[in-house]
């Protein structure tokens, strides 16, 4: 569930602050990052998994994946509540 709400607000977010012309480039782009650093991750977990062991690489990266939550809680992007045309995002 917590895929689907996010993607939702996150696409929604991108669609309003980026310009008609450039939004397929920037989906485009979004979609390699996500989608190719999964890759990585996953062959990135095997190696640390074997490594270092199964269970400091599930504590290490729940860390991490939380650390990621904690930026994004404390993003400007959360109390962003309306964009206003043609004026800059700070």
């Known amino acids: 569930m917590g895929p689907s709400l996010y993607g939702v607000n996150q696409q929604t977010l991108r669609q309003t602050l980026i310009p ?18 999964q890759s990585l991750g996953a062959l990135a977990g095997g190696a640390a998994g074997a490594a270092f062991g199964l269970k400091a690489t599930l504590v290490v990266s729940s860390c991490l994946m939380l650390a ?23």
């Open 20 to 37: 008609a012309e450039l939004l397929s480039r920037a989906n485009a782009t979004w979609r390699f990052l996500a989608y190719g650093g």
């Open 68 to 90: 990621g939550t904690a930026i994004g809680f404390a993003s400007p992007v959360r109390r962003l509540r309306e964009v206003n045309e043609g004026e800059p995002q700070r």
